[in-house]
């Protein structure tokens, strides 16, 4: 009897497993699909303003928040869609967004920097390096206030290090234990500047200066991440205090699509290997090929889909209508 | 019975305190808010009634505590942030034009901020170029942010009570020489709309519109006008975005001549903006030039003689009043 629930329950933590991580798959594919329509759109001239990739970290955000609650926060960054899909939003009204449309997150007010959705707890992206480390430990301070059980994951790139406002937050959270999760995505650039330029000392190491719980990730491992995120994340919502979350990536496209001479500041070689070697959707089909949780023809099913529903996603937002002009001045207060 | 009078000071925390009993979710945090109740003692006796919890001393750290402000109103509470002094709002710029002002906007509506700021103004109390300042006209060039400036006991209770009550950020600017000014506050809940002035005084000969602490002057001015036969009207717009044109314009047109005074520097700040829509609105009715009275446009000195001179007076005012009317002395 005991054997058998033993064999039921290993089944099931199997099944379990295995599906978070096709699922943790499934949205590394969609996130990397909604990027290279981003960048077809872009290239072809039919979404206006500036598009940065977030190709290459996807990982990170999937490892994150795959182990986030729908009512826990995040705060994004102008590299955000990653972050954005992750977090539960809807490729349809995220592309009519990029687009300008009424139809978008944002109504079109927004655009690819600043897309914002309360249903699925996303504060919003924000287009200030380091501008939303104030809201994110905000968030958290509410929850923690009502009671709530939520957690803030605050999403920025190792370029806000240089702001001084990550500091005093950070000080903050410590010192009233706030549910909050710094995660450093560093892929190494800020900008066109390599970050050993910019940033003295450790990374890790500011956030020991205020005694928060501090981890360094491979940012190309979703499992990994996930692990990690899983521990920082229980910890603070059980009232443990902050947590900050260096993980090492890299961006594989310009700082934004039109940034494409890029050997100044990086070589193609230094791409290919990230492309090659370190790529985090390949890195886990891989693995999973390996356990035996898929085969490379399942995998090729999640990406075809992935593909027709991020091409459907597009096609609505083209042709989705812009907002009226009298909505220009609407929403400005509450 | 007597009217009961509070300070100004006084009147500020009835509002905060009655608030805080209302509403769980108002809190107040900034720089020695709780035991110490900022420099000014505004905040006397808050911590004792409402914890630790919701009245929170935070570090110096005046951009980082903004933010928080900023995420814990958009995830469900009412935070009352305090920066000590106006000047060091220069601190918050990003967490208040970028973040604040822009969230409820840029989210097409979705998110909303509702939080005050409450911090201070004014100068001659000898502190020097750095808290000295009046710098509510970079909040009112701001869409997305609801300035006020209450220049009574009375109003800074009922407009307090309006802005914790709104939805959106709003910058609560308090004349800090104002702070032991006696008026008749009652004790019962009351609040002011925001966009609607206040005719302090009627007259018929001059306008004078005033702001926060200017509007005191522009009072003590106008009996020392009524002795030499000039009658003025004190228009006090009590809010500058939103701000009630009407009545501005309408007092205008009915005395033909205005001086419009705000302690902010009238160069390109809240004194030239409502000497434009007055302009704009009542140019016809006009029968002398609009004239602006602010803060002379230097950095504010510490030297008493040098400082005294750079905020308009009640005698600078009857003198510009005066020659608007065609009346030498």
């Not at chain 1, 997150?105 to 309360?118: F, T, V």
């Not at chain 1, 950070?170 to 234990?177: R, S, T, Y």
Request: with cysteine; hydrophobic share 40%.
């Amino acid at each position: 009897m005991s054997s058998t629930t033993s064999n039921t329950e290993a089944a099931r933590e199997t099944t379990t497993e295995k599906d978070l991580w096709l699922q943790a798959y499934r949205q590394m594919v969609r996130i990397r699909l909604f990027e290279e329509q981003v960048n077809e759109l872009y290239t072809r001239a039919l979404m206006p303003g500036l598009a940065h990739l977030y190709s290459g970290e996807e990982a990170v955000a999937v490892g994150i928040c795959e182990t986030l609650r729908l009512d826990d926060y995040i705060t994004s960054t102008h590299r955000g869609h990653g972050h954005c899909l992750a977090k539960g939003a809807s490729p349809d009204r995220m592309f009519a967004e990029l687009l300008g449309k009424e139809a978008g997150y944002c109504r079109g007010k927004g655009g690819s920097m600043h897309i914002a959705d309360p249903a699925t707890g996303n504060l919003g992206a924000n287009a200030i390096v380091g501008g939303s480390v104030g809201i994110a430990t905000g968030a958290a301070f509410a929850a923690k206030r009502l009671g709530n059980g939520r957690v803030a994951v605050c999403f920025f790139g190792e370029g806000a290090l240089g702001q001084g406002s990550l500091y005093e937050v950070m000080n903050l959270a410590q010192l009233w234990k706030l549910p909050v999760i710094y995660v450093c995505e560093n892929n190494l650039y800020n900008e066109y500047t390599h970050y050993t330029e910019t940033t003295a000392g450790t990374i890790l190491g500011r956030a020991g200066a205020f005694g928060l719980e501090a981890a360094l990730v491979d940012g190309q491992d979703v499992r990994a991440v996930y692990e990690v995120a899983t521990r920082l994340v229980t910890r603070a919502r059980a009232g443990n205090g902050p947590a900050f979350l260096q993980a090492d990536t890299y961006r594989y496209s310009g700082h934004h699509v039109g940034d494409i001479n890029r050997e100044y500041y990086r070589s193609k070689q230094e791409e290919q290997h990230w492309k090659s070697e370190r790529d985090p959707i390949k890195l886990h089909a891989g693995w999973l090929i390996g356990q035996g949780h898929a085969e490379p023809p399942s995998l090729e099913k999640i990406t075809a889909e992935a593909r027709a529903e991020m091409e459907a996603a597009v096609k609505f937002a083209v042709s989705a209508p812009y907002p009226s002009v009298d909505q220009v001045d609407q929403d400005i207060y509450a | 019975m007597p009217e009961r009078e509070l300070t100004f000071a006084q009147a500020v925390r009835e509002a905060l305190a009655e608030e805080m009993r209302r509403d769980t979710s108002v809190c107040i945090f900034g720089e020695d808010v709780a035991e110490a109740g900022t420099p000014f003692k505004v905040l006397s006796g808050l911590v004792e009634e409402f914890g630790s919890e919701r009245v929170i001393d935070t570090p110096i750290s005046e951009a980082g505590f903004t933010g928080i402000g900023v995420g814990a109103a958009m995830a469900g509470l009412r935070p009352v942030v305090d920066i000590m002094f106006g000047d060091f709002l220069t601190l918050t710029m990003d967490q208040m034009v970028n973040q604040a002002a822009k969230v409820h906007y840029m989210s097409g509506g979705r998110w909303k901020v509702p939080m005050v700021v409450r911090t201070t103004l004014g100068a001659t109390r000898r502190s020097a170029a750095q808290h000295s300042q009046s710098l509510h006209a970079w909040f009112s060039h701001v869409p997305g942010l609801k300035v006020v400036l209450p220049s009574t006991p009375y109003d800074a209770k009922g407009l307090l009570k309006t802005a914790i009550r709104d939805e959106n950020p709003v910058v609560f600017f308090e004349d800090k020489m104002m702070y032991k000014l006696k008026g008749p506050v009652p004790a019962d809940d009351y609040t002011i709309p925001f966009g609607v002035a206040d005719v302090k005084r009627e007259g018929e000969d001059i306008t004078l519109v005033a702001t926060s602490s200017m509007v005191q002057v522009a009072l003590g001015a106008a009996i020392l006008l009524e002795k030499e036969g000039i009658s003025a009207e004190v228009v006090d717009p009590r809010t500058t975005w939103p701000l009630d044109e009407k009545t501005i314009i309408e007092s205008v047109k009915k005395t033909s001549r205005v001086i419009v005074l705000d302690e902010g520097y009238g160069r390109y700040g809240v004194a030239s903006e409502l000497a434009a829509v007055i302009a704009e609105g009542a140019f016809y009715d006009l029968d002398a030039p609009v004239r602006r009275m602010g803060a002379m446009h230097v950095p504010i000195p510490f030297s008493p003689p040098l400082e005294d001179v750079t905020v308009p007076t009640e005698e600078s005012v009857v003198e510009a009043a005066r020659q608007l009317c065609g009346k030498r002395q």
